[in-house]
């Protein structure tokens, strides 16, 4: 069996941030960010922070902290502290200058010329004597991070009110693109449970679009069956169909929606498990992929794990059950359950997000304008 | 052909029981042996791993013939709903020792971008063009397999299974199984009207294009998917005469 780090934060899973979560994709996921954005809302409203600096080493602590507690398992949580340290950042250079904010986004000639502001940190040197976080901050943070202001705070409010209102309107904003994306007879395959896919395509119903909706089970979490009544009890024309009928099914489809766990910076995908033989298989017919994601699913960070990139196992109960390994024959068979796959930038052809449809070669952008470079860094 | 004289009802009856007692030794239990031998010879000696679907009859024939030749190799086998074939192939292949792993068709991109060495598939029939018919879910792993990996992709299939039809898709000719195999919800009454559109697909067999197929491993040899045609008519010579009248 191979055992994931599931093994090592099992203590932690009655961590407040889970809520009334399960373990992967089965918690709402909006309901843990918004959860998180409330929270560091009331500890930036509730502690004694001087400055800008102070408030961000807050911010990184409660990032670390949150990771441990099994954040790792949710990367909006990690982004939306990102999010936030960044809104900081800004807060704080734009109090200066009576500029905008807006305005004050990177040109793409500008960045081609920015002198770079991180350091290298030798952090494994460096971890006995002190935070190697503490150097790092304190060495690239200009002047204005260290001054006093008192209406800091109110600004910071302000922006953490402006993430927080971008997750509640999320789902609007999203299903309002909805009918420039269903169209009529069209046949549309999904694959995996998602509220944001679900709601989607019940605005597009809701506005008389006729369409047939294809949902794939998705064994053996049979996600797909929830997916399915409940699309069908919304009048929607829904197939369910096993997920070995997913090249066979794909040569009926026009349209292919994918809901997302993460967004990677390349542009890469990371969705439930099976999702990138559902690409694939779209790819082989040319029907186009189009993925729906919130913004604060978008990571900094890059596939170099391959298809292990923010993946874990879970117990293989699922697979097989517990009853049949009493049989001899199966003591030394192993068992690999995966959660999430990885799906190339290649084989996605849209981001329909809550900020607008973007194409994955775009996605580095989109990082740029949401964190700072020097959030990037994951917070294990 | 029989003189005159010979063709009694009697006669005709005996020459016809020999003749298909001949047709199931050679093409089938001759043939799954003759093709275990040469899907076996391109089994490494040692450190081979192989991806098997479903429970085709032949593939438990072909790797007992490489376990017997000494070959070190692990198999991992994938599984998928309703039918579950894999769990039996599974039992089959523990019987004889072999290391294996099971896996679920959802697992099947992290697994082949793992460690997996060769696929070898079963099929229903062989179109004339080269395509494999064959148990739902194979066209899946070919297409993962052969497009992204660029592993070998053996389809060992014997060559009573060469069709002269030519399919382009799965769903042009296939079969159906029970939707209620797939998904049964028995819980409340009157859930069963609001769910009037909600309807359950259960897809038995798919349709392999030639493209993912590296080799056809049939008693006669292992041929490309562009030879299968030239096989049918090897094979069956009897059937061009009439086929071209």
């Known amino acids: 069996l191979r055992l994931g780090r599931l093994v090592s934060s099992s203590a932690s899973t009655g961590s407040s941030n889970q809520g009334r979560a399960g373990v992967f994709g089965s918690a709402d996921r909006l309901f843990i960010t918004t959860r998180t954005v409330e929270l560091l809302k009331s500890l930036v409203g509730s502690t004694r922070w001087k400055h800008g600096a102070q408030l961000l080493l807050l911010l990184r602590g409660v990032g670390k902290d949150l990771y441990v507690c099994g954040g790792f398992r949710e990367p909006a949580i990690g982004n939306v502290v990102r999010r936030i340290m960044a809104a900081v950042r800004e807060e704080v250079l734009n109090m200066g200058t009576a500029t905008p904010a807006a305005a004050d986004r990177p040109a793409l000639e500008s960045m081609l010329w920015a002198q770079p502001t991180t350091k290298l940190v030798h952090r494994k040197d460096s971890f006995v004597e002190g935070s190697p976080v503490d150097q790092h901050l304190q060495d690239t943070l200009p002047a204005a991070f260290y001054t006093n202001r008192p209406d800091l705070k109110q600004s910071v409010m302000e922006a953490i009110q402006e993430v927080m209102s971008d997750l509640e309107d999320l789902h609007k904003n999203i299903n309002d693109q909805a009918l420039s994306h269903i169209h009529e007879k069209e046949v549309i395959l999904t694959y995996g449970k998602s509220k944001t896919v679900e709601l989607f395509l019940k605005a597009a119903a809701s506005k008389k679009r006729k369409f047939q909706v294809v949902v794939a089970e998705v064994a053996p979490t049979m996600e797909g069956h929830e997916m399915a009544k409940s699309l069908a009890r919304a009048g929607i024309d829904t197939i369910l169909i096993n997920d070995s009928a997913i090249f066979a099914a794909m040569a009926r489809v026009n349209k292919v929606l994918l809901p997302a766990h993460a967004v990677l910076a390349n542009g890469g995908l990371i969705a439930s498990s099976g999702s990138n033989l559902v690409a694939l298989a779209a790819k082989h017919n040319s029907v186009p992929v189009v993925c729906l994601s919130g913004i604060f699913k978008l990571c900094p960070t890059f596939p170099h794990e391959g298809q292990d990139t923010l993946n874990d196992f879970v117990s293989p109960s699922s697979v097989v059950d517990y009853s049949e390994l009493s049989n001899e024959l199966m003591k030394d068979v192993e068992f690999v359950n995966p959660v999430h796959d990885y799906v190339e930038p290649e084989l996605i052809n849209l981001y329909v997000t809550n900020a607008g449809a973007f194409q994955p070669s775009y996605i580095y952008r989109l990082l740029a304008e949401n964190y700072h470079s020097d959030d990037w860094e994951s917070f294990e | 052909?029989?003189?005159?004289?010979?063709?009694?009802?009697?006669?005709?009856?005996?020459?016809?029981?020999?003749?298909?007692?001949?047709?199931?030794?050679?093409?089938?239990?001759?043939?799954?042996?003759?093709?275990?031998?040469?899907?076996?010879?391109?089994?490494?000696?040692?450190?081979?791993?192989?991806?098997?679907?479903?429970?085709?009859?032949?593939?438990?024939?072909?790797?007992?013939?490489?376990?017997?030749?000494?070959?070190?190799?692990?198999?991992?086998?994938?599984?998928?709903?309703?039918?579950?074939?894999?769990?039996?192939?599974?039992?089959?292949?523990?019987?004889?020792?072999?290391?294996?792993?099971?896996?679920?068709?959802?697992?099947l991109s992290y697994v082949l971008s793992q460690e997996v060495t060769k696929v070898l598939l079963g099929a229903t029939a062989l179109m004339s063009d080269g395509s494999c018919y064959g148990r739902i879910g194979t066209a899946n792993i070919a297409l993962c397999a052969a497009k992204v990996h660029n592993l070998p992709v053996l389809v060992c299939a014997e060559t009573y299974k060469i069709s002269h039809r030519v399919q382009l898709e799965s769903f042009t000719y296939n079969e159906l199984g029970n939707p209620k195999d797939v998904f049964f919800d028995n819980d409340d009454e009157e859930e069963e009207s609001m769910m009037k559109d909600l309807r359950v697909l259960n897809l038995l067999y798919d349709l392999t294009p030639s493209t993912f197929v590296t080799g056809i491993v049939t008693e006669m040899g292992i041929l490309p998917p562009t030879s299968v045609a030239v096989l049918l008519r090897e094979m069956n010579p009897q059937d061009t005469d009439s086929f071209y009248r």
Not at chain 2, 5 to 18: A, F, I, R
Not at chain 2, 42 to 66: C, H, R, W
Not at chain 2, 77 to 87: A, N
């Open chain 2, 1 to 107: 052909s029989l003189p005159r004289e010979y063709l009694t009802l009697k006669n005709v009856g005996v020459e016809l029981q020999h003749s298909i007692e001949s047709y199931l030794q050679e093409r089938l239990d001759f043939a799954s042996k003759a093709i275990a031998q040469f899907a076996s010879k391109k089994i490494a000696q040692t450190g081979d791993v192989l991806l098997v679907y479903g429970y085709p009859e032949v593939i438990p024939v072909v790797l007992k013939e490489a376990a017997e030749q000494n070959k070190k190799f692990r198999v991992i086998v994938v599984d998928s709903r309703p039918l579950l074939e894999g769990k039996e192939l599974l039992l089959k292949l523990r019987a004889m020792g072999l290391d294996c792993t099971y896996i679920t068709m959802n697992a």
